[in-house]
């Protein structure tokens, strides 16, 4: 079962077990892992950190350590790619409200799962969307 999808930084966070990860955010990651639930990635998620290396604001071998978690079988987190329906929950979310395009496209994301958004940005967790954090 799909428990939540996580936007970028939530997952960098939680890659490198950085304090800026809330305890509530980890814990509730722990528990889909103990409970055999995923965690979902939107493909846009891999994208942005791409974005991020090049940009100096990530370590660059986040990309390959986020790459071999996804390959492994059985693998807490599972990339979503965003496709038609992912399009059509894009047009649910105000843009006023979430007005950058990768935040929309993870939030997209999580409403057309029907999961909540594991999320720090302040716009996003202000907005009708449910959101852990």
């Known amino acids: 079962m799909l428990a939540g999808v996580a936007d970028t930084h939530t997952l960098i966070w939680y890659l490198y077990a950085d304090p800026r990860l809330s305890p509530t ?10 409970d055999g639930d995923q965690i979902g990635l939107s493909s846009i998620t891999l994208i942005e950190m791409v974005y991020l290396i090049e940009k100096g604001r990530i370590a660059s071998e986040s990309f390959s350590r986020l790459a ?3 390959e492994k079988p059985g693998s807490l987190f599972i990339e979503i790619v965003p496709d038609l329906r992912v399009a ?3 047009s649910r979310i105000d843009p006023m409200a979430v007005p950058d395009m990768p935040d929309r496209i993870i939030a997209a994301t999580a409403l057309h799962m029907q999961a909540p958004i594991i ?13 852990i954090w």
Do not use: P, Q
């Open 119 to 131: 999320s720090k940005d302040g716009k996003i967790r202000l907005s009708s969307l449910a959101t």
């Open 25 to 34: 955010a980890k814990r509730f990651i722990e528990a889909a892992a103990a």
């Open 68 to 70: 071999a978690v996804l």
């Open 88 to 90: 059509r929950a894009l």
